[in-house]
């Protein structure tokens, strides 16, 4: 069994911390019901699991403020699963990849540029490895720029394309893994 540094196998390191994540969000009434909330509920789950301390390989140990925007900006993300895209769009009635992202943002309390060029240039850089809820995730399509947000689990949420609506994508897909273009940290802490 592949062993993490320092300590415990992967399987025991990752269904432990997945226990006591869904524990606290059902003490918390965090779990959503029905099918589609239940999603988002998991993708949740999944997601806070890799901010809690010796839950992530990765080395940042966000602090408690941090980790409040980082749920903030995943419950709002989250939370527009089903909405519309719409071109110019960054509000309910419709988003498009940078308007969304803006708006989960503002919503957070946090200020960002709005386009997805600007949104690249505003940001720190993340090597693909230390990828963490929220952090912004850049795409290459069809000649433009297209930005997602990080969910956590290897996923995303975007507003993809006209006639589609704000989905959670896995980035491990041969179409996003072939554009992916980097990805940035918009948080500053």
Do not use: N
């Not at 869904?22 to 999603?39: E, K, L, Q, S, Y």
């Not at 946090?110 to 693909?128: E, I, L, M």
């Not at 490895?129 to 290897?154: I, K, N, T």
């Amino acid at each position: 069994m592949r062993r993490m540094a320092g300590s415990q196998p992967v399987a025991t390191f990752a269904s432990g911390c997945l226990h006591r994540v869904t524990r606290a969000a059902r003490r918390h009434g965090a779990i959503p019901t029905g099918a589609h909330a239940a999603m988002r509920g998991a993708a949740v789950v999944l997601a806070l699991a890799g901010l809690l301390p010796g839950c992530s390989p990765v080395r940042h140990e966000p602090g408690l403020r941090e980790l409040a925007v980082r749920q903030a900006l995943l419950e709002t993300a989250l939370g527009q699963i089903g909405r519309p895209y719409r071109y110019g769009g960054g509000d309910g009635d419709g988003f498009d990849c940078s308007g969304l992202v803006h708006f989960v943002y503002s919503e957070a309390g946090v200020t960002v540029p709005r386009t997805a060029a600007d949104q690249r240039r505003a940001g720190r850089k993340v090597p693909q490895r230390e990828l963490q809820p929220g952090d912004a995730v850049f795409f290459d399509v069809d000649g433009g720029l297209h930005v997602a947000l990080y969910v956590g689990d290897g996923r995303v949420i975007h507003a993809p394309s006209r006639g589609k609506d704000v989905r959670l994508t896995a980035l491990a897909l041969p179409y996003w893994r072939e554009r992916y273009a980097g990805a940035v940290t918009l948080l500053d802490f």
